[in-house]
């Protein structure tokens, strides 16, 4: 399980980006309490390769998506390596 914090810093993401995310369920996670979520190592692993996938498709080649999955996919390769 990981923290909203620990997520922010694999995804090299902003924490209010995070917890936007998480409230708006693109990431799965279980909200404890407030500002406390928690999120699987499966679930994640799940966004990371969903996000890949998305950013790789030939209609959806823009610079946004490069600029925001390209360290995504680098801060997470070892997550989604021994899953794969």
């Not at 708006?24 to 500002?35: F, N, P």
């Not at 209609?59 to 946004?64: A, E, P, Q, V």
């Not at 600029?67 to 070892?78: A, G």
């Amino acid at each position: 399980m990981y923290s909203a914090d620990e997520v922010a810093k694999l995804l090299s993401i902003d924490m209010n980006t995070c917890y936007k995310w998480l409230g708006e369920g693109r990431i799965k996670g279980m909200k404890l309490a407030g500002t406390l979520w928690r999120v699987r190592e499966a679930d994640l692993r799940a966004f990371v390769e969903q996000s890949i996938n998305q950013s790789m498709k030939g209609d959806d080649r823009s610079w946004k998506n490069c600029t925001l999955w390209l360290p995504l996919h680098k801060s997470c390769r070892l997550l989604i390596a021994d899953g794969s």
